[in-house]
């Protein structure tokens, strides 16, 4: 008994030191060590509440290191069904924010909709309800987010749905468009996702290599003007295209990250004049 007694003594202090070390390492900043950390407490203490500390605290390692993917397997492995109703809650609703902040949007309104059937009397949770606007918006789903927001709005009362950020949706441009005049008009497509400036520097550079292959002609240097001339404007043509398109995606991502940020700001407001 005094042997059992002194083993169990020496492993609850391990454990606690190891916990202890743990947090230690997450205060100083020190993510990754701390954890791994986190890691062996898990895998040597039995404990569940102390588990359960583990188990936040890692994921908000894995948040601090932009390790989102990481974080969202992490939090699946840890789910299961004899978690109490609050723990789960949570760790849904971490899932939910990790997989928005790795960009998938579509699994991120699927772990939305689970919350929701799991926990029903939570469904109307606001943060989770931001999440859900700001994944909508990000997929261009403008009506389905505009219900969502005006039942938020409806739900807490404090805002007038007539001012709702969906009676004027940003203006997004085309690809296709851009691709389009990139192909039949150089640097169009560059002035189409508003770059005049590089639709200046694609008209200059296809022009010189027009110019090249049309002197060339003329002096007789027929293969240089087809090898050379015609090659540095296939080459700067086909550039300019994509760089459209580029262009294009980049003034789309702009637009939509400034129209989420202005949901975003009101729904936070509703949600302090709330409290």
Same mark, same amino acid.
């Given at each position: ?14 454990? =606690? =030191?190891? !916990? ?12 990754? #060590?701390? =954890?791994?950390?986190?890691? %062996?407490? *898990? ?35 840890? *789910?299961? #069904? ?18 928005? *902040?790795?960009?998938?949007? #579509? ?20 943060? *989770? ?42 203006? !997004?441009? =085309? ?7 990139? $192909? ?12 005049? !400036? ?33 090659? !540095? ?9 994509? %760089? ?12 939509? $990250? ?14 302090? #004049?709330?409290?």
């Amino acid at each position: 008994m005094t042997c059992i007694f002194l083993c169990a003594t020496c492993t609850i202090r391990a454990q =606690s =030191s190891a !916990l202890r070390q743990a947090d230690s390492l997450f205060r100083q900043g020190a993510y990754f #060590e701390a =954890s791994v950390g986190y890691e %062996r407490v *898990l895998f040597e203490d039995n404990n569940p509440e102390t588990a359960l500390h583990a188990i936040t605290q890692k994921i908000q390692c894995l948040k601090q290191q932009g390790l989102f993917t990481q974080a969202v397997n992490f939090i699946r492995t840890n *789910l299961h #069904e004899n978690l109490p109703d609050s723990t789960g809650y949570r760790l849904y609703y971490e899932q939910t924010l990790c997989t928005y *902040l790795a960009g998938n949007y #579509e699994n991120a309104l699927s772990v939305v909709e689970q919350a929701k059937l799991l926990y029903p009397t939570r469904s109307e949770e606001p943060r *989770l309800k931001l999440l859900q606007l700001l994944s909508l918006n990000e997929l261009q789903r403008w009506e389905e987010a505009g219900h969502v927001y005006n039942a938020f709005v409806g739900r807490y009362g404090v805002a007038d749905t007539a001012l709702s950020p969906y009676k004027h949706l940003p203006h !997004l441009k =085309s690809k296709d468009k851009a691709q389009w005049l990139s $192909t039949f008009i150089p640097g169009a497509g560059q002035i189409y996702a508003g770059k005049p !400036l590089e639709a200046l520097v694609t008209i200059g550079m296809q022009g010189a290599g027009i110019w090249f292959g049309i002197v060339s002609f003329q002096q007789h240097y027929y293969l240089a003007a087809w090898l050379a001339g015609a090659g !540095l404007f296939g080459s700067f043509h086909m550039g300019g295209v994509r %760089r459209s398109e580029v262009l294009v995606e980049q003034y789309n991502r702009k637009k939509i $990250t400034q129209f989420n940020e202005q949901v975003k700001s009101a729904v936070l407001k509703m949600m302090a #004049e709330r409290q």
